[in-house]
Protein backbone atom coordinates (compact mmCIF):
# COMPACT_ATOMS: atom_id res chain seq x y z
CA UNK A 1 0.00 0.00 0.00
CA UNK A 2 1.13 3.24 -1.47
CA UNK A 3 0.16 6.07 1.63
CA UNK A 4 0.40 9.68 1.29
CA UNK A 5 0.41 12.00 4.92
CA UNK A 6 -0.38 15.58 5.31
CA UNK A 7 -1.38 18.54 8.14
CA UNK A 8 -2.13 21.36 8.65
CA UNK A 9 -0.14 22.14 11.69
CA UNK A 10 3.47 21.87 9.75
CA UNK A 11 5.68 19.51 8.56
CA UNK A 12 7.67 19.51 12.13
CA UNK A 13 4.52 19.15 13.87
CA UNK A 14 4.37 16.38 16.78
CA UNK A 15 1.33 14.89 15.38
CA UNK A 16 2.37 14.16 11.85
CA UNK A 17 5.06 12.38 13.34
CA UNK A 18 2.56 9.70 15.78
CA UNK A 19 0.60 10.05 11.73
CA UNK A 20 3.72 8.69 10.27
CA UNK A 21 4.26 5.71 12.58
CA UNK A 22 0.27 5.24 12.36
CA UNK A 23 0.43 4.75 8.36
CA UNK A 24 3.78 2.99 8.51
CA UNK A 25 2.17 0.32 10.45
CA UNK A 26 -0.81 0.31 7.91
CA UNK A 27 1.73 0.46 5.22
CA UNK A 28 3.19 -2.75 6.34
CA UNK A 29 6.72 -3.85 5.08
CA UNK A 30 6.39 -3.82 1.82
CA UNK A 31 4.22 -0.44 1.36
CA UNK A 32 5.24 3.35 1.00
CA UNK A 33 5.05 6.20 2.94
CA UNK A 34 4.92 9.59 1.58
CA UNK A 35 4.67 13.26 3.29
CA UNK A 36 4.14 16.31 1.50
CA UNK A 37 3.30 18.43 4.14
CA UNK A 38 2.57 22.24 4.88
CA UNK A 39 6.47 24.28 4.99
CA UNK A 40 4.51 26.52 8.19
CA UNK A 41 1.41 25.86 10.05
CA UNK A 42 -2.02 26.34 7.98
CA UNK A 43 -4.51 25.95 10.91
CA UNK A 44 -8.25 27.16 9.73
CA UNK A 45 -7.73 27.39 6.55
CA UNK A 46 -9.63 24.89 5.49
CA UNK A 47 -10.31 23.63 1.60
CA UNK A 48 -8.41 26.55 0.94
CA UNK A 49 -6.09 25.77 -2.25
CA UNK A 50 -3.69 28.62 -3.66
CA UNK A 51 -5.00 29.22 -6.90
CA UNK A 52 -3.94 33.04 -7.54
CA UNK A 53 0.04 31.96 -6.75
CA UNK A 54 2.40 29.06 -7.11
CA UNK A 55 3.23 26.52 -4.43
CA UNK A 56 7.11 26.42 -3.40
CA UNK A 57 8.19 22.84 -2.88
CA UNK A 58 11.33 21.10 -1.32
CA UNK A 59 12.53 17.72 -1.01
CA UNK A 60 13.41 17.35 3.14
CA UNK A 61 14.43 13.20 2.75
CA UNK A 62 13.31 10.40 1.12
CA UNK A 63 9.73 10.27 0.05
CA UNK A 64 9.39 13.40 2.70
CA UNK A 65 8.74 17.11 0.62
CA UNK A 66 7.38 20.44 2.31
CA UNK A 67 5.07 22.93 0.07
CA UNK A 68 4.46 26.77 1.10
CA UNK A 69 0.99 25.94 0.77
CA UNK A 70 -2.55 24.88 2.52
CA UNK A 71 -3.20 20.90 3.07
CA UNK A 72 -4.92 20.91 -0.21
CA UNK A 73 -2.40 21.97 -1.85
CA UNK A 74 0.02 19.06 -0.89
CA UNK A 75 -2.44 16.84 -1.33
CA UNK A 76 -2.21 18.56 -4.75
CA UNK A 77 1.17 18.06 -5.14
CA UNK A 78 1.27 14.82 -3.26
CA UNK A 79 -1.16 13.15 -6.01
CA UNK A 80 0.39 15.06 -9.27
CA UNK A 81 3.50 15.62 -8.71
CA UNK A 82 5.55 14.32 -6.36
CA UNK A 83 3.91 10.49 -6.57
CA UNK A 84 2.75 10.84 -10.42
CA UNK A 85 4.11 7.89 -11.61
CA UNK A 86 2.04 5.86 -8.89
CA UNK A 87 -0.88 7.65 -7.08
CA UNK A 88 -1.23 7.41 -3.65
CA UNK A 89 -3.94 3.91 -1.95
CA UNK A 90 -4.93 6.11 0.15
CA UNK A 91 -4.47 9.59 2.15
CA UNK A 92 -4.29 10.60 5.87
CA UNK A 93 -4.13 14.24 7.42
CA UNK A 94 -3.42 14.83 10.91
CA UNK A 95 -2.76 14.02 13.53
CA UNK A 96 -4.37 17.40 14.57
CA UNK A 97 -3.14 19.30 17.76
CA UNK A 98 -6.94 20.12 18.87
CA UNK A 99 -10.19 18.38 17.97
CA UNK A 100 -11.88 18.89 14.35
CA UNK A 101 -15.08 17.86 15.73
CA UNK A 102 -18.77 19.43 15.59
CA UNK A 103 -18.35 22.86 13.88
CA UNK A 104 -14.56 23.02 13.89
CA UNK A 105 -14.66 20.04 10.76
CA UNK A 106 -15.94 23.61 8.87
CA UNK A 107 -13.00 25.32 9.24
CA UNK A 108 -10.25 22.37 9.68
CA UNK A 109 -7.15 22.35 7.34
CA UNK A 110 -6.84 18.93 8.14
CA UNK A 111 -10.26 18.25 6.68
CA UNK A 112 -9.55 20.32 4.13
CA UNK A 113 -7.17 17.68 3.15
CA UNK A 114 -9.20 15.06 3.16
CA UNK A 115 -11.59 16.64 0.69
CA UNK A 116 -9.36 17.14 -1.50
CA UNK A 117 -8.13 13.42 -1.34
CA UNK A 118 -11.86 12.59 -1.63
CA UNK A 119 -12.64 14.37 -5.09
CA UNK A 120 -9.71 13.19 -6.51
CA UNK A 121 -10.84 9.74 -6.10
CA UNK A 122 -8.73 8.58 -3.19
CA UNK A 123 -10.01 7.24 0.39
CA UNK A 124 -9.48 9.74 2.31
CA UNK A 125 -9.23 10.34 6.12
CA UNK A 126 -8.39 13.18 8.51
CA UNK A 127 -7.10 12.64 12.67
CA UNK A 128 -7.57 14.79 15.49
CA UNK A 129 -6.55 14.52 18.79
CA UNK A 130 -9.11 16.36 21.20
CA UNK A 131 -7.15 17.90 24.17
CA UNK A 132 -8.60 18.51 27.58
CA UNK A 133 -7.54 18.17 31.11
CA UNK A 134 -6.90 14.63 31.47
CA UNK A 135 -4.58 14.73 28.63
CA UNK A 136 -3.29 18.31 27.52
CA UNK A 137 -0.21 18.17 29.86
CA UNK A 138 0.55 14.45 29.52
CA UNK A 139 4.13 13.52 28.28
CA UNK A 140 2.31 12.82 24.96
CA UNK A 141 -0.89 14.46 24.37
CA UNK A 142 -1.37 12.04 21.06
CA UNK A 143 -1.12 8.80 22.83
CA UNK A 144 -4.67 7.50 22.02
CA UNK A 145 -4.13 8.20 18.48
CA UNK A 146 -0.83 6.68 18.42
CA UNK A 147 -2.02 4.01 20.41
CA UNK A 148 -5.56 3.58 18.60
CA UNK A 149 -5.17 4.91 14.77
CA UNK A 150 -3.74 2.40 12.77
CA UNK A 151 -6.80 -0.46 14.30
CA UNK A 152 -9.53 2.42 13.76
CA UNK A 153 -8.44 2.76 10.14
CA UNK A 154 -7.72 -0.81 9.43
CA UNK A 155 -11.46 -1.80 10.33
CA UNK A 156 -12.60 0.88 8.45
CA UNK A 157 -11.30 -0.21 5.37
CA UNK A 158 -12.23 -3.36 5.68
CA UNK A 159 -15.98 -1.89 5.88
CA UNK A 160 -17.63 -2.06 2.76
CA UNK A 161 -19.18 0.84 2.73
CA UNK A 162 -21.18 2.12 -0.27
CA UNK A 163 -19.45 5.11 -2.33
CA UNK A 164 -21.16 5.42 -5.16
CA UNK A 165 -22.46 8.54 -4.83
CA UNK A 166 -20.94 12.17 -7.16
CA UNK A 167 -19.17 12.64 -4.37
CA UNK A 168 -16.74 10.54 -2.35
CA UNK A 169 -16.66 9.92 1.30
CA UNK A 170 -14.31 10.84 3.48
CA UNK A 171 -14.13 10.35 6.82
CA UNK A 172 -13.61 12.19 10.31
CA UNK A 173 -11.63 10.73 13.27
CA UNK A 174 -10.99 12.08 16.18
CA UNK A 175 -9.45 10.55 19.23
CA UNK A 176 -11.42 11.58 22.89
CA UNK A 177 -9.28 13.68 25.29
CA UNK A 178 -8.13 10.73 27.50
CA UNK A 179 -4.69 8.26 27.90
CA UNK A 180 -4.67 5.66 25.36
CA UNK A 181 -5.99 2.89 28.10
CA UNK A 182 -8.65 5.64 29.18
CA UNK A 183 -10.34 5.34 25.82
CA UNK A 184 -13.52 3.33 25.74
CA UNK A 185 -14.20 2.20 22.28
CA UNK A 186 -14.85 3.72 18.79
CA UNK A 187 -18.67 5.29 18.17
CA UNK A 188 -19.84 6.27 14.76
CA UNK A 189 -21.23 9.56 14.60
CA UNK A 190 -23.31 12.15 12.61
CA UNK A 191 -21.54 16.07 13.52
CA UNK A 192 -22.78 18.00 16.07
CA UNK A 193 -22.76 21.49 16.89
CA UNK A 194 -22.04 23.11 20.51
CA UNK A 195 -24.92 25.39 21.06
CA UNK A 196 -24.18 28.56 22.26
CA UNK A 197 -20.32 28.71 21.33
CA UNK A 198 -18.54 30.09 18.05
CA UNK A 199 -15.52 31.56 16.79
CA UNK A 200 -15.09 35.34 17.71
CA UNK A 201 -12.07 37.53 17.76
CA UNK A 202 -10.79 39.75 20.56
CA UNK A 203 -9.22 42.92 20.08
CA UNK A 204 -5.57 43.82 21.13
CA UNK A 205 -3.02 47.10 20.51
CA UNK A 206 0.42 46.93 19.38
CA UNK A 207 2.96 48.65 21.11
CA UNK A 208 2.77 50.60 17.84
CA UNK A 209 -0.75 51.57 18.60
CA UNK A 210 -1.83 49.75 15.97
CA UNK A 211 -5.11 47.60 16.68
CA UNK A 212 -5.11 44.11 16.02
CA UNK A 213 -7.99 41.24 15.89
CA UNK A 214 -7.25 37.71 16.86
CA UNK A 215 -9.83 34.81 16.21
CA UNK A 216 -11.15 33.16 19.47
CA UNK A 217 -12.15 29.89 19.53
CA UNK A 218 -15.28 28.78 21.99
CA UNK A 219 -15.47 26.21 24.21
CA UNK A 220 -14.28 22.86 23.53
CA UNK A 221 -15.51 21.03 26.76
CA UNK A 222 -19.31 21.66 25.24
CA UNK A 223 -21.27 18.30 24.37
CA UNK A 224 -23.09 18.05 21.33
CA UNK A 225 -25.87 16.47 20.69
CA UNK A 226 -25.82 12.58 21.75
CA UNK A 227 -24.76 10.38 18.89
CA UNK A 228 -23.27 12.94 17.42
CA UNK A 229 -19.16 13.83 17.64
CA UNK A 230 -18.38 15.72 19.91
CA UNK A 231 -20.44 14.50 22.84
CA UNK A 232 -18.96 10.74 21.77
CA UNK A 233 -15.26 12.25 22.51
CA UNK A 234 -16.06 13.80 25.59
CA UNK A 235 -17.69 10.54 27.05
CA UNK A 236 -14.51 8.76 26.25
CA UNK A 237 -15.19 6.89 22.69
CA UNK A 238 -13.11 7.87 19.70
CA UNK A 239 -15.69 9.43 17.21
CA UNK A 240 -15.44 8.07 13.20
CA UNK A 241 -17.87 10.33 10.99
CA UNK A 242 -18.29 9.43 7.64
CA UNK A 243 -19.10 12.42 5.40
CA UNK A 244 -19.44 14.25 1.88
CA UNK A 245 -18.46 17.33 0.01
CA UNK A 246 -21.62 18.40 -1.10
CA UNK A 247 -22.64 21.34 0.57
CA UNK A 248 -26.31 21.12 -0.75
CA UNK A 249 -29.81 21.21 2.14
CA UNK A 250 -31.53 18.67 0.92
CA UNK A 251 -34.29 18.87 3.59
CA UNK A 252 -34.56 22.47 1.87
CA UNK A 253 -35.29 21.42 -1.76
CA UNK A 254 -38.69 20.58 -1.50
CA UNK A 255 -40.01 23.47 0.26
CA UNK A 256 -37.90 25.62 -2.26
CA UNK A 257 -39.85 24.29 -4.93
CA UNK A 258 -42.66 26.94 -5.13
CA UNK A 259 -40.01 29.89 -6.29
CA UNK A 260 -39.80 28.22 -9.73
Known amino acids: MRILITNDDGINAPGLAVLEQIATDLAGAEGEV ?25 KMGERRFAAEGSPADCVLAGVHDVMKEARPDLI ?7 NNSAENALYSGTLGAAI ?12 SQFLGPQNYTADNPFEAAAEHGAEVLRKILATDVPNDAAYGLFYNINFPP ?27 TSPSGRRFLWAKGGDQQRKTAEGTDAAANLEGYISVTPMRADLTAHDALAALKGIE
Not at 37 to 47: C, I, L, N, R
Not at 92 to 98: D, E, K
Request: glycine share 12%.
Open 34 to 58: WCVAPAFEQSGVGHCISYTHPTMIA
Open 92 to 98: LSGVNRG
Open 178 to 204: VLAADVKGTRVTAQGLRQGTCFSVEPH
Open 116 to 127: EGALQGIPSFAL
